[in-house]
Nanobody, 121 residues
Framework: QVQLVESGGGLVPTGGSLRLSCEASGNIIAINRMGWYRQAPGKGRELVATITHEGTTNYGRSVKDRFTVSRDNAKNTVWLQMNNLGPEDTAVYYC???????????????WGQGTQVTVSS
């Protein structure tokens, strides 16, 4: 019903930048919170950044002041601008969205397939 498609991952040297994007599509009435989480090898999934429909943002402690989350509500798209990347940022990055669809009476959370970000030292 709902698909989240991420793009923009890749290999970057320490100190470099990347911009991830995620577009939601499908049987969508509305999207409230959108955001990014990441999972490094051998670790649990952690919050990177989220943004509400109104634009209120929340960042994980380790990325604050380096990463910026933004969205375009008309395009159902969220971006993550990542600057000053370090090897500790290496992980699979997942897009997440809280979505209301025409076929559900509730808000449901959806996940993208993930995009790999690798920062070389």
């Amino acid at each position: 019903q709902v698909q989240l498609v991420e793009s923009g991952g890749g290999l970057v040297p320490t100190g470099g930048s990347l911009r991830l994007s995620c577009e939601a599509s499908g049987n969508i009435i509305a999207i409230n919170r959108m955001g990014w989480y990441r999972q490094a090898p051998g670790k649990g999934r952690e919050l990177v950044a989220t943004i509400t429909h109104e634009g209120t943002t929340n960042y994980g402690r380790s990325v604050k002041d380096r990463f910026t989350v933004s969205r375009d509500n008309a395009k159902n798209t969220v971006w993550l601008q990542m600057n000053n990347l370090g090897p500790e940022d290496t992980a699979v990055y997942y897009c997440s969205a809280g979505v209301r669809t025409y076929s559900s009476a509730t808000w449901d959370n959806y996940w993208g397939q993930g995009t790999q970000v690798t920062v070389s030292s």
